[in-house]
């Protein structure tokens, strides 16, 4: 008896140790010892011009882009090299096409918490790798993304709006489908990833849709938002980001 009771104390000595090590093993810091002007630049594709201004906490970073999308969408229009068709059941909305725009986001270095969270607004609140705007779960009205203008998106879960500004509002083919892809930065700095996390599991997520832990370009830990893991409205897209922001937004103009 007395071997047994000592075999389950020495196991539960071992268990504590295990917990310990995971513990410190895990260790995240809120935005990492790796720059994010160094990720931005080997991120974005080639088509976003990127420059940096100011030194230390008060840097930012300048992205650049004409927002269209370097993959192809049925919004090339029949004939263009990168035209496909729409997913079966979905057709163009009102706006028919897309047009070059004049994007530029400017997005703080070293980006923090903020002390009072804002709501996301209609409009660009991020861009994509590839210079594409990223919408949130709203369109017009402010209202959220109704069944029926789902049936308005490509296989990238994107559609142009009335400026004709190609937008994503969700995963899609060419940006993320189930993993753990970079997608872009929203307009408060903090990266936003795919479904996944890299170990392939589907993380907890705040009220802002984010969480704190190690990334492929940050492996010690960064902030940093997943696109949502519902099924939209049965739709078989998933929404990049609803809600508000983590940290302060940063400038987006066209
Ligand atoms: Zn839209
Ligand atoms: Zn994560």
């Not at 069944?147 to 060419?174: C, E, L, R």
Request: glycine content about 12%.
């Amino acid at each position: 008896m007395n071997k047994v009771k000592l075999s389950i104390f020495g196991l539960s000595l071992l268990a504590l140790s295990i917990t310990f090590y995971s513990c410190k093993k895990g260790k995240i810091v809120s935005t990492g010892d790796i720059s994010i002007t160094d990720v931005v630049k080997a991120k974005f594709t080639s088509n976003v011009t990127i420059s940096t201004s100011g030194s230390g906490k008060k840097s930012s970073i300048t992205l650049k882009s004409n927002g269209l999308p370097d993959h192809k969408t049925p919004y090339w229009g029949v004939g263009n090299v990168l035209y496909e068709a729409f997913p079966s059941g979905h057709q163009a909305n009102a706006n028919t096409e897309m047009i070059a725009q004049n994007y530029s986001m400017t997005i703080p270095t070293n980006p923090n918490e903020a002390s009072s969270k804002e709501a996301t607004s209609m409009g660009e609140i991020g861009m994509a790798i590839n210079g594409v705007a990223i919408f949130n779960d709203r369109e017009g009205g402010n209202i959220p993304l109704e069944a029926m203008t789902v049936t308005t998106f490509d296989n990238s879960g994107a559609h142009p709006a009335p400026p004709k500004n190609y937008h994503y509002h969700t995963t899609g083919k060419y940006t993320s489908v189930d993993d753990a892809k970079l997608i872009g930065f929203l307009r408060d700095g903090f990266p936003i990833y795919g479904r996944k996390d890299t170990t392939g599991v589907y993380p907890t997520l705040d009220a802002y849709g984010g969480h704190t832990g190690p990334t492929q370009d940050f492996p010690n830990g960064i902030y940093h938002y997943h696109a949502s893991n519902v099924n939209y409205l049965n739709t078989g897209y998933y929404i990049l980001k609803a809600g508000s922001y983590y940290g302060t937004k940063g400038t987006f103009t066209n």
